[in-house]
């Protein structure tokens, strides 16, 4: 059933959520045990990209050469980030130029955020449109942008349920006919909605926490973040890597036993899922980038340290990434391009 849009801000939460995830402002849970069976590490070359020191957010490839970045310089920026354009090598770093949203009107404020490359071959992204004056009448509306045109097109006809990206970002299926996003109730309970161009509605996947998705390159299933109970903004979930089928059916996990993850991402070979997430915990925390495979039900670590939502190149032989570095109290964000091809077998 389509439900009514319920176009109530959370400006709040985005705020809390803000300040969360760049204080560190968490605690960990209690032991959790890995379920998959383990490789030992082959670590994947990394190379940082050179840009300007600042706070990044979603990632997305563009071309072979060029990434889309959300980036704003510091927490003052969170109600209004950009998205630039970074060359791989480094030579160039830019804002796009994208057009305001016609709702938000000539002295309205627009924000742009959580690039993605959608399955045919566009620049998906979020405005958030402010009305001048209005400062609490916050709408989200998702775009694509052609690369090589430069037009925009609106790809639902209504604007997003949330007035705030769910964890994980927006993803369509290959067809782009169904995309899945989370709620953004991010840390407690967290629950995923399905969306097409006409309407919403919930998707119950019978988890207390359900988000960041990513669609087979086949578009038949879908992998995404889940828990068993519900978590808590201060402690962390005990998390685990799930499978559903596109129909929302068939729910169950592959990998079980770690915390910390903000989404997964399904290779283009089809056989490969990466993440962020860490293990253990003490002595024998282990935080870092995963590769899980699906026909080895096997997972192994590609990258050691705190990242965020990974994604793949087109031709799935690289992984871009933002890197943490650092204590929480002066963190460093970094670009980094991870070389997996090898450890594929590519």
């Known amino acids: 059933m389509v439900r009514p849009l319920n176009p109530l801000p959370r400006l709040e939460l985005l705020i809390l959520l803000t300040l969360l995830t760049a204080l560190g402002c968490t605690t960990s849970a209690g032991s959790l045990t890995q379920t998959g069976m383990t490789e030992p590490s082959q670590l994947a070359e990394l190379e940082y990209i050179q840009s300007p ?22 927490l003052l920026g969170a109600l209004s980030p950009r998205i630039w354009r970074l060359a791989l090598d480094g030579q160039s770093f830019e804002m796009m130029d994208l057009p305001k949203h016609p709702s938000c009107g000539a002295d ?15 620049m998906g992204y ?20 052609d690369n090589r045109t430069g037009e925009v097109t609106q790809l639902l006809d209504y604007p997003m349920p949330e007035s705030i990206v769910g ?35 919930e998707l119950d996947v019978g988890l207390a ?14 992998a995404f973040i889940g828990a068993t109970e ?12 799930y499978l559903m089928s596109a129909g929302g059916k068939d729910v ?20 490969w899922l990466a993440f962020p997430a860490t293990f253990g915990e003490g002595d024998v925390e282990n935080s870092g980038l995963w590769l899980f495979d699906l026909e080895q039900n096997r997972v192994s670590q590609i990258a050691e340290g705190e990242f965020g939502l990974p994604r793949w190149s087109p031709d799935g ?19 980094a391009i991870l070389e997996v091809g090898p450890l594929l077998g590519d």
Not at 67 to 72: G, S
Not at 230 to 241: A, E, I, Q, V
Request: contains cysteine; glycine residues 14%.
């Open 108 to 122: 309205g404020e627009n924000g742009y955020e959580a690039p993605e490359r959608l399955p045919d071959g566009r």
């Open 53 to 74: 020191q600042g706070l990044y957010g979603y990632i997305a490839w563009l071309d072979d050469e060029t990434l889309a970045v959300q980036y704003r310089t510091g």
């Open 126 to 145: 979020f405005v958030a449109c402010r009305p001048a004056g209005d400062t609490f009448n916050i709408k989200y509306y998702l775009m694509g942008l």
């Open 252 to 271: 169950h996990p592959v990998l079980e036993g770690f915390r910390v993850a903000s989404g997964v991402a399904w290779a283009p070979q089809g056989r």
């Open 317 to 335: 032989r690289r992984i871009a990434v933002v890197q943490f570095l650092g204590p929480v109290e002066d963190r460093e964000h970094r670009v």
């Open 167 to 201: 964890t994980g970002g927006f993803q369509w299926n290959p067809t782009m006919s169904i995309g899945l996003m989370g709620n953004a109730n991010r840390l407690i309970s967290e629950q995923m909605y399905r969306l097409s161009k006409e309407g919403w509605e």
């Open 230 to 241: 519900k978590g808590s903004p201060l402690t962390f979930s005990d998390l685990g890597l």
């Open 209 to 222: 926490q359900a988000y960041g998705p990513s669609w087979s390159p086949s578009g038949d299933q879908v």
